[in-house]
């Protein structure tokens, strides 16, 4: 948390106190600060005194059960995140209270340490990173009352103004898209043969969009659907992630069949991500009717996910995924053709296949690899920086200052690296 939210609270509820106990243990180590309560009655009179920004509750308890507190505490404080945990007997009404509103996340019993501590960090920064999101609104939406107030004679004022306000919105937009990609890649970081999909997979669909020339209403979530169509994984057992697809066994294949959904419920709750969700559900879905979740059939299925689908599986073949056997790039485009008009829609397999028919378009800015020592500031990234780890640290389109190449060579100093970075150069900066 920054320093303008120092102290994040959670308050757990559970009428079993060794269960209190091994979360406050469990929490210890995030500096966050921990409440407990032993039952529902207890956690809304410590709500109405206290400061807090999740509840994390047991579903079973006496009298009010989780639901029920959870949805409480939605009506009397609606920006307060909740979490249910739940075994796999009530997952239907779980899911059913997430439908209606009620929770933001559910978390199956026996859990696994590392992703519940991983789901409240995600909680408390998707919070966190709102809080900024309604601040940078507020300073725009003054900034813009103070433009309104000039006059006619301050167009110089006037021009500089509404430079600084683009800007702000352009690095909203970046910083946005950079958290995505970093909680994206943190994600994949669970199986190693992952690492990197996300970011392909929406390299693809961009191509494949421009290729079929589309209007941008009919695109214009894919790029966040993209890096995020396995966001579903996180309800995921490592043992899953781990085996190909088509070695999973029945209960196993079950499961892994529910992560589109999972991925829409995850999303449920942010505004700026409904047109998102529906590409996630549907990006398993087949051209004949025989895919999943929901078994839509054709021009039912978004054409967002039916671009989707196709970058999807072609990344999938090539890294083995799907059967184990990583294919080469040809072998998985001739497995992609061969699913035209049953798999996939037609349009956009053609739209696919011409990205290796045609010849590679002409870069239109000058692009360089630079070691470090030759970055310069106003210089731009124009390819992602990734860790050997496959941890996003800088997004491409990010522009370089002279603190920002400080810590790049300082990183490549304390890992004994040689880095080479490509960015964008204009005459200005080769000096």
Do not use: C
């Amino acid at each position: 948390m920054t320093a303008a939210n120092p102290t994040w609270t959670l308050l757990a509820v559970d009428d079993e106190p060794n269960i209190l106990a091994a979360l406050r243990r469990l929490f210890r180590a995030t500096g966050w600060r921990i409440l407990t309560a032993g039952h529902a009655e207890e956690a809304l009179a410590m709500l109405a005194v206290e400061t807090v920004d999740a509840v994390l509750s047991d579903m079973r308890m006496p009298g009010m059960d989780g639901v029920q507190l959870l949805e409480r505490v939605s009506q009397g404080w609606p920006r307060t995140a909740r979490l249910l945990l739940t075994g796999q007997a009530d997952l239907g009404s779980t899911i059913a209270a997430i439908n209606r509103g009620r929770l933001h996340r559910y978390i199956v019993k026996p859990w696994n340490d590392a992703e519940l501590v991983l789901t409240l960090r995600q909680v408390a920064q998707g919070q966190q990173l709102e809080a900024e999101k309604q601040a940078l609104e507020r300073l725009t939406r003054h900034q813009n009352d103070e433009l309104k107030a000039l006059n006619a004679g301050l167009e110089a004022r006037v021009a500089l103004r509404t430079e600084e306000l683009a800007g702000a919105n352009d690095r909203l937009k970046r910083n946005y898209l950079t958290s995505i990609k970093a909680f994206t890649a943190l994600i994949e970081l669970r199986g190693s043969a992952q690492v990197g999909h996300a970011r392909q997979v929406a390299d693809l669909t961009r191509r494949i969009a421009q290729v079929m020339t589309l209007d941008a209403g009919a695109v214009h979530d894919l790029p966040i659907a993209a890096l995020l169509h396995d966001i579903g994984h996180i309800g995921l057992s490592d043992a899953v992630l781990a085996r190909p697809v088509n070695r999973l066994d029945r209960d196993e294949l079950q499961r892994y069949r529910l992560h589109p959904i999972l991925g829409e419920q995850a999303l449920l709750a942010s505004d700026d991500m409904q047109g998102v969700a529906p590409l996630i559900r549907a990006h398993h879905e087949r051209w004949d009717g025989h895919g999943f979740p929901d078994g839509l059939r054709g021009a039912a299925i978004p054409v967002g996910a039916r671009i989707l689908a196709v970058a999807d599986v072609f990344e999938d073949l090539r890294s083995g995924r799907i059967d184990g056997l990583a294919l080469s790039p040809l072998d998985a485009r001739r497995a992609v053709l061969a699913g035209r008009g049953s798999q996939f829609d037609p349009t956009v397999v053609d739209a696919f296949a011409s990205l290796f028919s045609a010849a590679p378009p002409k870069p239109t800015v000058s692009t360089l690899r630079l070691r470090t020592a030759d970055l310069r500031a106003g210089q731009t990234l124009t390819q992602d920086f990734v860790s050997a780890e496959g941890v996003l640290l800088l997004s491409a389109g990010q522009r370089l200052s002279d603190d920002l190449i400080g810590r790049i060579r300082a990183f490549e100093r304390k890992h004994g690296l040689a880095l080479m970075l490509s960015v964008q150069v204009s005459p200005e900066t080769r000096r």
